[in-house]
């Protein structure tokens, strides 16, 4: 298969993590004879330094000329400290998901269980989650108009959702939740908000064509307290923007490290895929971040090409590192590698996955070979 990817490593750790990110899309590709092709562009604080502009229009047209785009991170301390900034690192993410028409942001969360002690939550708590976020991605309070008075004394933002907005998420949503546990839990603000009791009243119709999906809904607030509570319960969560915002970042604590979890956004062009975790600023340049869910999102990507024996290969090689102990310092292994070490063992053992038939004691074997 040969497939062109837009690389947008962005700022922080970005670019690090996202080099081990293809060295195992690389691995991949020279075991099971595929051409990936990678063409680089800037965005975020980074862009913003090269062009003044956080999403330059070339950026724009390499995404869209790609079959998939590959994020890293954006946003940068030198920003945020600057509350009359006129250009902001973030533009650049949300001007991209609506250029690309990114509706939906998926995030699947899922305990491993030799890390479960990083976990603030008990263990008890968090066994067995395996959840996926479908959060709404391109209107909401996010994209509605806002402003500030003259004085600069009042503010607005504003919340819009049509029909079809909600009605093309929720698709997606009770559409996975049919490959799963076939259960679907719409978060919202419906006894306050009129934008939610749409949202209600769209996903209960459509609830109606899926008889075989259970079907929740639930407000906001208790859905923050009940994923501390009972992370187990749920299967997919279906939430707006900002919703989703708040609660995909609750739910990534759940598993013990931000540096674990994948995301795809998906929409009318090229699906975007990038790690869960931002550019953390502190440690960017020292080679000690967690690739993995640079590497895990690269293995989203990889399903969406319909790869699927390549894309659990790579899921399967993070799985079985991280099972052993072996990881980057914030996951306090008994092994521990930096972040290029750990990109290097997942290509070995991407390139050995062929050879041994992705028998899983001969991937034992090799780890301690490795080490
Ligand atoms: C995320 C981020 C972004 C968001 C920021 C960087 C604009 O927090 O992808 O969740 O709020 O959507
Ligand atoms: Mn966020």
């Known amino acids: 298969m040969k497939k062109n990817i837009a ?3 962005g700022d922080g750790i970005g670019p690090e993590v996202i080099e081990q990110a293809i060295k195992a899309l690389e691995a991949v590709a020279n075991t099971f004879g595929h051409q990936f092709s990678y063409r680089e562009a800037p965005i975020g604080a980074h862009a913003i330094d090269l062009t003044g502009s956080p999403l330059p229009e070339e ?4 995404c869209l000329s790609a079959d ?7 946003g940068d301390p030198r920003f945020d400290d600057d509350p009359d900034a006129k250009v902001r690192p ?8 609506k250029s690309l028409s990114l509706y939906a942001n998926i995030r699947p969360v899922k305990t491993v269980n030799t890390l479960a002690h990083l976990s603030p939550l008990n263990e008890s708590r968090i066994e067995n989650v395996d959840l996926m976020i479908f959060r709404e991605l391109t209107g909401g309070i996010y994209f509605g108009d806002r402003g500030l008075d003259a004085k600069n004394k009042v503010a ?5 959702y049509s029909e079809e907005e909600i009605q093309r998420i929720a698709k997606l949503a009770f559409e996975q939740a049919r490959l799963r546990k076939r259960k679907v839990t719409s978060v919202d603000k419906a006894n306050v908000l009129e934008t939610s009791r749409l949202w209600r009243r769209v996903v209960r119709e459509m609830g109606k064509s899926y008889p075989d999906i259970t079907l929740e809904h639930m407000y906001i607030d208790n859905a923050a307290m009940q994923l501390i509570q009972n992370p187990a319960q749920f299967d997919i969560l279906l939430t707006s923007n900002m919703f989703g915002d708040i609660l995909s970042d609750e739910a990534s604590v759940i598993v013990g490290s931000l540096g674990l979890l994948p ?5 009318v062009h090229t699906s975007l895929y990038e790690p869960v975790h931002g550019s953390y600023p502190q440690v960017a340049g020292r080679d000690i971040a967690n690739p993995s869910a640079a590497i895990l999102s690269a293995a989203l990507m990889l399903e ?11 899921r399967f090689s993070v799985q079985q590192l991280l099972e052993k102990g072996i990881g980057t310092s914030e996951l306090d292994p008994e092994i521990i590698q930096t972040c290029s070490q750990f990109g ?3 290509e070995s053992l991407v390139e050995l996955g062929k050879d041994i038939n992705f028998d899983q004691a001969k991937f034992n074997e090799k780890i301690s070979t490795i080490i």
């Open 7 to 9: 690389v947008l490593s």
């Open 59 to 62: 950026t724009v047209q390499t």
């Open 68 to 74: 998939a785009v590959l994020l890293g991170a954006i």
């Open 90 to 97: 973030e533009q650049g993410l949300l001007g991209l998901r």
């Open 156 to 160: 607005f933002d504003t919340c819009v």
């Open 263 to 267: 995301s795809s956004s998906v929409g």
């Open 304 to 314: 969406d090409f319909g790869l699927l024996k390549e894309a659990n290969i790579i």
């Open 344 to 346: 290097d063992l997942v």
